[in-house]
C-alpha cells in the first residue's frame, strides 16, 4: 500500500515499508543466529528519536491532523530549518502494530537502526546526483544545500527499470520510493528509489539502493541523459 506524501517531520518511510525491510532483516539475522544463544527480550521499547541529516522543506507552517494509518505522529515546531526525524522504537512497533504487520518487539533494536541507515545512504545518493552538474549545483547555491519535501512509497509499484531488470533475469526490489527534493528558490525534482536486498558478504544485513532522478520531467531527462553520457562539470 502506498504512503501519503507528508508535510509532518516524521521520517520518510511508511509501516508497509518497514515491514518489507524487517522480512529482509529476519532472513538474514535468523541465519546468522541460528546457533547462537536466544538474547533476552527487552521489557520496554526506547522511546529515544534520532534527528536525521535530511533537511525538511518548509514552505508553510505544518498544519496539526490526525495521524493516518500510513504516517506516524509529528512532533510540533516552528523551525523552519528542521530535519526529518526519525521514529523511536515505540512509535515503530505501534505504527507497524496498526497495520497489522504482527511486530516482535525484540526486533525494533534491529530494524530501526537499518531503517535510519537506509535513509541516509539514499540521501547521499541523492545529494551525490545535486552536486554532479554545474547547473544543480547553482541551483542549490545560496541555501545550504537540496531539501527533501514529500515522500511516497509503494512496495507494489514496479519502476520501468526494476521492471526490465527482471526480464533479464535481476531478482526484483522488495520496496520503491519516490522522493520529492526541493533546490534554492523552490525548484524540484522528483526522485525514485527502488531498495534491493544486497549480497552476502558475512557482516550482517546488506541493501542496495538505485536512486535517480525520476524521467517525469525535462530536468529528469536531462539528469540521466548527461549522466549516461558521461558529461559532468
Known amino acids: 500500500m502506498a504512503s501519503q506524501a507528508s508535510d509532518s517531520p516524521t521520517c520518510p518511510v511508511d509501516p508497509a515499508s518497514r515491514a518489507a525491510w524487517l522480512e529482509k532483516a529476519k532472513e538474514t539475522t535468523t541465519q546468522q543466529t541460528a546457533t547462537a544463544p536466544t538474547p533476552k527480550p527487552p521489557t520496554t521499547l526506547s522511546t529515544t528519536r534520532e534527528t536525521s541529516s535530511i533537511p525538511r522543506a518548509i514552505s508553510q507552517p505544518p498544519t496539526t491532523t490526525t495521524p493516518s494509518p500510513t504516517s506516524l505522529p509529528a512532533t510540533p515546531s516552528s523551525s523552519a530549518d528542521q530535519n526529518w526525524i526519525y521514529p523511536s522504537q515505540k ?24 531503517h535510519n541507515a537506509v535513509n541516509e545512504r539514499a540521501w547521499a545518493e541523492i545529494k551525490a546526483w545535486e552536486a554532479r552538474f554545474v ?3 547553482e541551483a ?16 507494489g509499484k514496479i519502476s520501468p527499470r526494476a521492471r526490465w ?3 533479464v533475469g535481476y531478482q526484483g526490489p522488495f520496496d520503491r520510493h519516490d522522493w520529492v527534493v526541493e533546490r534554492c528558490g523552490g525548484g524540484e ?6 531498495f534491493y536486498k544486497g549480497k552476502e558478504e558475512g557482516k550482517g544485513l546488506s541493501f542496495y539502493l538505485d536512486v535517480r532522478p525520476k ?6 531527462w536531462k539528469m540521466r541523459v548527461w549522466s549516461m553520457l558521461g558529461i559532468g562539470g
Open 165 to 167: 531488470k527482471g526480464w
Open 189 to 194: 525534482v522528483e526522485y525514485v528509489i527502488d
Open 135 to 137: 547547473w544543480t549545483r
Open 140 to 155: 542549490n547555491r545560496g541555501c545550504g544545500g537540496p531539501r527533501l519535501r514529500s515522500f511516497a512509497g509503494d512496495s
Open 215 to 220: 524521467l517525469n520531467s525535462w530536468e529528469g
Open 91 to 114: 512509535m515503530f512497533f505501534a505504527a507497524m502494530q496498526r497495520k497489522s504487520h504482527s511486530p516482535h518487539a525484540p526486533d525494533m533494536a534491529t530494524i530501526v537502526p537499518i
